[in-house]
């Protein structure tokens, strides 16, 4: 179907909807979004800065040694 004028389409635009928290950053998780999921259900935003937060939230800091 080829449309000449998309102005005549009714389409509306929706907000996306939520579908879960991020762990990292605690913000909300989209519909469309790049996610990492993992075993236990948490999510995390595809981004460094979230799986930095995520992994300094929930590890442990140590100091590594022979």
């Known amino acids: 179907m080829c449309v000449e004028n998309p102005m005549v389409l009714n389409v509306k635009w929706e907000e996306p ?7 990292g ?3 909300n998780i989209v519909e469309g979004e790049s996610i990492i999921e993992f ?16 992994c ?11």
């Open 25 to 27: 950053c605690f913000e």
């Open 17 to 23: 909807r939520v579908i879960g928290e991020c762990a």
């Open 39 to 54: 075993l236990d259900g948490q999510m995390i935003h595809y981004d460094k800065y979230c799986a930095m937060a995520f």
């Open 56 to 66: 300094l939230e929930s590890g442990e800091r140590k100091v590594a040694w022979e």
